[in-house]
């Protein structure tokens, strides 16, 4: 048995929304446009069959990893905390000591995370380096692209 993969109850949502439009807007359109192409046979010189036919393939496969992905996650609602630190959830604040950028992340899990968007995942080597540290605590995180240095800033539960 699989674990359970965590996710906020937005990214749950986030998920099923994605799956609602796949499953209610997207393949009707594209079953659509395949019951169209079929009417001028299925050959191979029906390259509009053929294009159906994959994107149809392609919107299956995502609807099926979706559900898959729902099926494996669990929702984390929180935890008591008897001291501060870092954990799924919680939002941080931490600066790269190496940069002196100074960023602000929550840490969810790894189908709901975006950088760029201010959400960094729990697996990621970055996440994974902070987990169960405190305020003030530099952490030395080892990427793929190399060694960091990071400070975490603040914690907010």
């Excluded at 001028?40 to 496969?61: F, T």
């Excluded at 729902?70 to 008897?82: D, H, M, S, T, Y």
Aim: hydrophobic fraction near 35%; glycine fraction near 10%.
């Amino acid at each position: 048995m699989k674990p359970k993969v965590p996710i906020t109850r937005n990214g749950h949502r986030m998920l099923l929304r994605e799956l609602s439009h796949l499953r209610r807007v997207v393949r009707p359109e594209v079953l659509d446009e395949l019951r169209e192409a079929r009417g001028y046979g299925v050959k191979i010189e029906n390259q509009q069959y053929l294009l159906a036919r994959e994107r149809h393939a392609a919107i299956q496969k995502k609807i099926n990893d979706l559900e898959e992905k729902l099926a494996a996650c669990e929702i984390f609602v929180g935890r008591k905390f008897f001291f501060k630190q870092v954990g799924f959830g919680t939002v941080i604040t931490v600066k790269n000591l190496h940069s002196g950028d100074v960023k602000r992340f929550q840490m969810v899990g790894p189908w709901e995370s975006d950088v760029s968007d201010g959400r960094l995942s729990v697996d990621s080597p970055v996440g994974r380096g902070l987990m169960g540290h405190g305020e003030g605590e530099e952490i030395l995180v080892y990427t793929p692209s190399g060694d960091r240095s990071y400070r975490i800033l603040s914690i907010e539960i």
